[in-house]
């Protein structure tokens, strides 16, 4: 490809990628011309006559050959956004998810009904690139985050991105099993655990099997190992009044609904209503254009397995409710057959 410019060089990258497999190899290319010579988008498609250096085309050649063999970009690019921030990603941590920004978005809804007696205490469960609890520490400014893993190479992750956005003094990371690190109970647990079944392992795509880290995805036989566990443990490290929020698979509502009865002893249960019948939930500011998604173009969704497309619709969560009722909401996340489960004692 010596001595091309960035329009051909887009064309013939867009048609590898194509031939490898990759659901969008035209923005995908663009993508890694971009990053790679800090362009924006708009420029690359304004100066498509540019020649590229010979030391570019090598560079741009390997990055390419790594993407047609698969790797997901995010980890060539070395950035994913996630709920209007920008986050350091790398193979030691799951790509942080579209969905999952829900789970955020519940827990701020949650937070700004409830009024604690005390400053508020949240633990994010599993950490990983540390994307809920910068993102949640990000927006509540008064509020003390736990952030727990047992990957000491997860939370090195964890600890640059949250002194990138400037809330390392407000996120203590903590190495060790789910939530025996913490030093005390909790208004508010917030986990994203692994929960792929083991049976459905072959079942994902070459992307997230081969090259995520498989501790974050595989959640034993059933998918649920480790969230048994923590339901398990979650009593004993709630305050009274507290909740605990967690993202499950599709069809996992109500064998974990039964692990939550088991470990809170009983109690009430709504099931949420389906996708698209209630309003959306709090919105983050919009965020400014990334890496990922160009000049407002959002990054390609995540494949069909460990969630693909987002839940819509409100549990029930009266204005005003006070901190008085442990609850526990489960969330199925696969598009079409999610449903919210609320678990109140």
Same mark, same amino acid.
């Given at each position: 490809m010596a001595g091309v410019c960035i329009g051909d060089w887009l064309g013939e990258a867009t048609e590898r990628l194509a031939v490898a497999g990759v659901d969008e190899p035209r923005l995908d290319a663009e993508l890694l011309l971009s990053h790679h010579l800090g362009l924006t988008r708009v420029a690359l498609v304004a100066h498509p006559d540019r020649l590229l250096a010979p030391a570019e085309i090598a560079s741009l050649t390997a990055l390419l050959a790594r993407r047609a063999g698969r790797e997901p970009l995010p980890y060539i690019l070395g950035t994913r956004e996630f709920f209007g921030l920008h986050f350091a990603v790398d193979p030691r941590v799951l790509i942080p998810r579209p969905e999952t920004e829900l789970?955020?978005? !519940? @827990?701020? &809804?949650? $937070?700004? !009904? !409830? #009024? %604690? *007696? #005390? %400053?508020? !205490?949240?633990?994010? $469960?599993?950490?990983? *690139?540390?994307?809920? @609890?910068? =993102? &949640? =520490?990000t927006h509540l400014p008064n509020a003390n985050i736990y952030a727990t893993d047992v990957s000491a190479g997860a939370l090195a992750v964890a600890q640059k991105n949250a002194a990138t956005h400037g809330v390392e003094s407000r996120v203590r990371f903590l190495l060790g099993d789910l939530l025996s690190p913490l030093p005390q109970p909790m208004h508010l647990i917030v986990a994203n655990l692994p929960y792929v079944a083991r049976q459905e392992w072959d079942m994902l795509s070459s992307e997230v099997g081969y090259y995520e880290p498989r501790p974050a995805l595989d959640g034993g036989p059933d998918g649920l190992d480790l969230v048994r566990r923590l339901l398990a443990q979650a009593p004993a490290y709630l305050l009274p009044g507290g909740a605990l929020l967690l993202e499950i698979g599709a069809g996992q509502g109500e064998a974990v609904k039964e692990s939550a009865f088991a470990a809170f002893g /009983? /109690? =009430?249960?709504? @099931? /949420?209503?389906?996708i698209g019948s209630q309003p959306q939930l709090y919105r983050p500011p919009s965020p400014q254009p990334s890496p990922l998604r160009g000049e407002g173009v959002r990054a390609p969704q995540p494949s069909p397995r460990r969630g693909e497309g987002r839940v819509r619709g409100e549990p029930t969560l009266p204005v005003g409710r006070s901190w008085k009722y442990p609850s526990v909401m489960l969330f199925a996340d696969l598009a079409g057959h999610a449903r919210i489960v609320q678990v109140s004692t």
């Amino acid at each position: 490809m010596a001595g091309v410019c960035i329009g051909d060089w887009l064309g013939e990258a867009t048609e590898r990628l194509a031939v490898a497999g990759v659901d969008e190899p035209r923005l995908d290319a663009e993508l890694l011309l971009s990053h790679h010579l800090g362009l924006t988008r708009v420029a690359l498609v304004a100066h498509p006559d540019r020649l590229l250096a010979p030391a570019e085309i090598a560079s741009l050649t390997a990055l390419l050959a790594r993407r047609a063999g698969r790797e997901p970009l995010p980890y060539i690019l070395g950035t994913r956004e996630f709920f209007g921030l920008h986050f350091a990603v790398d193979p030691r941590v799951l790509i942080p998810r579209p969905e999952t920004e829900l789970l955020v978005e !519940r @827990a701020l &809804l949650l $937070v700004s !009904r !409830r #009024q %604690p *007696s #005390q %400053p508020l !205490r949240i633990a994010d $469960v599993g950490t990983g *690139s540390g994307c809920i @609890a910068v =993102a &949640l =520490a990000t927006h509540l400014p008064n509020a003390n985050i736990y952030a727990t893993d047992v990957s000491a190479g997860a939370l090195a992750v964890a600890q640059k991105n949250a002194a990138t956005h400037g809330v390392e003094s407000r996120v203590r990371f903590l190495l060790g099993d789910l939530l025996s690190p913490l030093p005390q109970p909790m208004h508010l647990i917030v986990a994203n655990l692994p929960y792929v079944a083991r049976q459905e392992w072959d079942m994902l795509s070459s992307e997230v099997g081969y090259y995520e880290p498989r501790p974050a995805l595989d959640g034993g036989p059933d998918g649920l190992d480790l969230v048994r566990r923590l339901l398990a443990q979650a009593p004993a490290y709630l305050l009274p009044g507290g909740a605990l929020l967690l993202e499950i698979g599709a069809g996992q509502g109500e064998a974990v609904k039964e692990s939550a009865f088991a470990a809170f002893g /009983g /109690g =009430a249960t709504r @099931a /949420g209503m389906p996708i698209g019948s209630q309003p959306q939930l709090y919105r983050p500011p919009s965020p400014q254009p990334s890496p990922l998604r160009g000049e407002g173009v959002r990054a390609p969704q995540p494949s069909p397995r460990r969630g693909e497309g987002r839940v819509r619709g409100e549990p029930t969560l009266p204005v005003g409710r006070s901190w008085k009722y442990p609850s526990v909401m489960l969330f199925a996340d696969l598009a079409g057959h999610a449903r919210i489960v609320q678990v109140s004692t």
